[in-house]
Each structure stands twice: as structure tokens, then as C-alpha cells.
């Protein structure tokens, strides 16, 4: 099995990210709106890019099975995004991509191609979060064919304040009902929402 296959879909190459993207990756971790429901605060200059293309990439990239990719228009190579899918027990997806690009249903054709991807290579599913302020990463969950299992409340790390989660789920190997119950366990206040 290759390490991190490119993938092609009508508009999109979803590669590796290299040295090279840095400014590119600047340009999408710097936007403080694209950042708003991420992990992380935006990075001020290309030292703090730099720093997260090896902490978040190129650590993936020495793992034998790793799905973290540069979003490029097939006209151009530069990164405008990146998707991926967590190998540790979570399989957790996400994403960013800048904000000129929102709404044009780029992620959730990088998903669907990153979905089948994981699939075909035998992850038995993958998890995703969002925040309840940000319903149209819920949507695009929805829209890859994954199943709201449940809510969560978590003193959210390093921003430090209090945010509820959604947690999505796609199984792949048949085991239908399974559902990821650390966050569940983890955290005193969850919940399940009628959505």
C-alpha cells in the first residue's frame, strides 16, 4: 500500500504537501475566518507554516499509512486546501481551505475521493467533529454519506473556552452500528441532538 496516494477527481490533485507549499499553507492557516473552528490559533508569519507542514505533515508522511493532502486545482499546483484522515484510533477527518474558495463544493468533492481512498484501503471507519456554530462542516459530512451519532461539550484546547461538538461517523466494514465512544466517555456533558 503507497503511503499517501495522489488522487485525482474532475477538478482537484489532492497531493502530499512539500517545503515548497509553505507559503501556500501560510495563506490558508493565516486567514483568521478559515481558522475560526480549527484547533489551532492562526499562524502569524511562515515560521509558524513551516512548523505546522512538520508537525502535522511530514510526521504523517513517515507513518506507513497516512492521508493528509494538499487541496490543488488541477490548473496550477499550489495549495488552496487540505483534507486528511487521522491514523490513530479516531480515524478522524477534516479540512480547511481558504475562504475564496468556500462554497464552490470543493471540499466535499476532495472528501468523496479521500472517502473512497480509505475504503478501498481497509480503514474500518472514519470520525469527524464539529463545532455546533459551523453547521456547514456538518453538512459536508452529511453529504459523503456520514451519520450524526452524538454531542459533546469540551474546554476546548489551546483557545480554552467552552465549545459543543457533533460527532459524525462512517463505517465501512458492515458493522453498521458501531459508534466511536471516547468523546462520549471522555466528557461529563454529551448528549444526542435531533437534527
Same mark, same amino acid.
Given at each position: 500500500?503507497?503511503?499517501?496516494?495522489?488522487?485525482?477527481t474532475e477538478?482537484?490533485?489532492?497531493?502530499? %504537501?512539500?517545503?515548497?507549499d509553505i507559503?501556500? =499553507?501560510? =495563506? !490558508? =492557516?493565516?486567514?483568521?475566518?478559515?481558522n475560526t473552528?480549527?484547533?489551532?490559533?492562526?499562524?502569524?508569519?511562515l @515560521?509558524d507554516?513551516? *512548523?505546522? %507542514?512538520?508537525?502535522?505533515f511530514?510526521v504523517e508522511?513517515?507513518?506507513?499509512?497516512?492521508?493528509?493532502?494538499?487541496?490543488?486545482f488541477?490548473?496550477g499546483?499550489d495549495?488552496?486546501g /487540505?483534507?486528511? $484522515?487521522d491514523m490513530? @484510533?479516531? +480515524?478522524d477527518? #477534516?479540512?480547511a481551505? *481558504?475562504?475564496? %474558495?468556500w462554497h464552490?463544493? !470543493?471540499?466535499t468533492e476532495?472528501s468523496k475521493?479521500? $472517502?473512497e481512498?480509505?475504503?478501498?484501503d #481497509?480503514l &474500518?471507519?472514519i470520525?469527524?467533529?464539529?463545532?455546533?456554530n459551523?453547521?456547514r462542516s456538518? #453538512?459536508?459530512? *452529511?453529504?459523503?454519506?456520514?451519520?450524526y451519532?452524538y454531542?459533546? @461539550?469540551e474546554?476546548w484546547q &489551546?483557545?480554552? %473556552? &467552552? $465549545? !459543543?461538538?457533533? =460527532?459524525?461517523?462512517?463505517n465501512?466494514d458492515? +458493522?453498521?452500528? *458501531?459508534? /466511536?465512544?471516547k468523546?462520549?466517555?471522555?466528557y461529563e456533558?454529551?448528549f444526542?441532538?435531533?437534527i
Amino acid at each position: 500500500m503507497m503511503n499517501t496516494p495522489l488522487l485525482e477527481t474532475e477538478r482537484l490533485i489532492l497531493r502530499k %504537501f512539500t517545503q515548497q507549499d509553505i507559503e501556500a =499553507l501560510f =495563506l !490558508i =492557516l493565516s486567514d483568521e475566518e478559515v481558522n475560526t473552528f480549527l484547533p489551532w490559533f492562526p499562524a502569524k508569519n511562515l @515560521e509558524d507554516a513551516r *512548523r505546522f %507542514f512538520e508537525e502535522r505533515f511530514a510526521v504523517e508522511y513517515a507513518k506507513p499509512q497516512a492521508y493528509a493532502y494538499a487541496i490543488c486545482f488541477k490548473q496550477g499546483n499550489d495549495p488552496i486546501g /487540505y483534507i486528511k $484522515v487521522d491514523m490513530d @484510533e479516531s +480515524h478522524d477527518f #477534516g479540512y480547511a481551505i *481558504r475562504k475564496e %474558495f468556500w462554497h464552490k463544493g !470543493i471540499v466535499t468533492e476532495a472528501s468523496k475521493a479521500l $472517502v473512497e481512498q480509505v475504503k478501498k484501503d #481497509g480503514l &474500518p471507519y472514519i470520525t469527524a467533529t464539529h463545532d455546533i456554530n459551523n453547521p456547514r462542516s456538518g #453538512g459536508v459530512m *452529511r453529504q459523503i454519506g456520514m451519520k450524526y451519532c452524538y454531542s459533546y @461539550e469540551e474546554q476546548w484546547q &489551546p483557545k480554552n %473556552f &467552552p $465549545v !459543543i461538538f457533533r =460527532l459524525y461517523q462512517l463505517n465501512f466494514d458492515g +458493522h453498521d452500528e *458501531r459508534v /466511536y465512544k471516547k468523546y462520549w466517555d471522555t466528557y461529563e456533558n454529551h448528549f444526542i441532538e435531533t437534527i
